[in-house]
């Protein structure tokens, strides 16, 4: 049996108690601390029963952990993740990478000179789902797609706008939520060529936007679309209905729709439709359900990422590979500003 690789856990909020919760489950890896200043991160470690440090220093000189996740607020992803790097230790490091293009950037280059991984938490792509979804995307079982829609409409209370910065740009569902359906488009369908977006404050009127429409060129040629709205009372959004995350009311719904020349497929559901026998709309399509095994994405994470600081799997999503989710996402509000077609 192989020892358990051990991890420091910088940042226990919200998306840190999720990390704490897939580690228990994962099989192979051990979160042994905690490093967050805050007096309700202090209570969360005693609730699991680990040490507590302010400062993740004290936590790396104290425990000497494998690797660290670093679930911080946005602007401490790279400095903290550029200090375990050059302590040799590989991270795990939330979405976004990086505040900036260039940020994110750096910290590939900083980890591939390193020769130290970097996993970042698109944790969607650890989910069974989109990895059946991708294989039979990229597998040709839809014939050549054409199109996809992506429904992403939800609505975030009040109380969640009580903090101020909610209520600006550095808030706000395109940074916040399209950053994952970007991430999606790209691990199932393929790149993305270029996009055009409209934005709007139109409901509650602060600065950020409430609503998003955007329009992409993947590389294949397919087009597709990303209906986003955080103040809409609908049901039809990723989060609701694939039950990743217990916090969400779960609704029996689908959100993502790829039609390819030969069959066309649902998600989260995998339901999926093809002619039978005559093709074309005077004639009716069957249904089916693709067959998978279901799994819970954030401890699946949790095992990639001790593969991964053991060198027995390479990052599902390095920083590279982020970089570029977050250059698309970036490009949304530019082009929503400029109303130009941005190309990649
Ligand atoms: N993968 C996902 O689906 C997902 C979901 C939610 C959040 N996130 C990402 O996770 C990150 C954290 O989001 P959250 O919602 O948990 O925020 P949060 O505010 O709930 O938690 C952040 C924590 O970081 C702590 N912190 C601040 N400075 C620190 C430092 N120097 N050292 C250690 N800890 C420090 C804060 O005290 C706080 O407890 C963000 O980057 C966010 O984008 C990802």
Redesign the pocket.
Known sequence: MPATTTIGL?????????HLGGAAQAAGVRIVGV????P??AELAREFGLPHFE??RALRDALQPDGAVI????A??VP?ALEWIAAGRPVLV???VAVTVEEGRQLARAAADAGVPVLV????RHNPVLQKARALVQGGALGRLVCASVMAAFLKPDAYFEQAWRRSNAGGPVL?NLI?EIDLLRFVCGEIRSLQALTSNAVRGFEVEDSAATLLRLENDALATIQLSDTAAAPWSWDLASGE?PVFARSDTESHFLCGTEASLALPTLRSWRYPGERGWFHPLEQSRVAFEPGNPYVEQMRHFGAVIRREEAPLTDAADATRTLEVTLAVRQAARSGEVIRF
């Open positions: 910088i940042g226990a909020g919200a998306i840190g108690r999720a490093a967050d200043p805050s309700a991160a400062d993740q679930a911080t607020p946005n401490l992803h903290l939330e979405k976004p938490g698109h944790h969607r916040i994952h995350s």
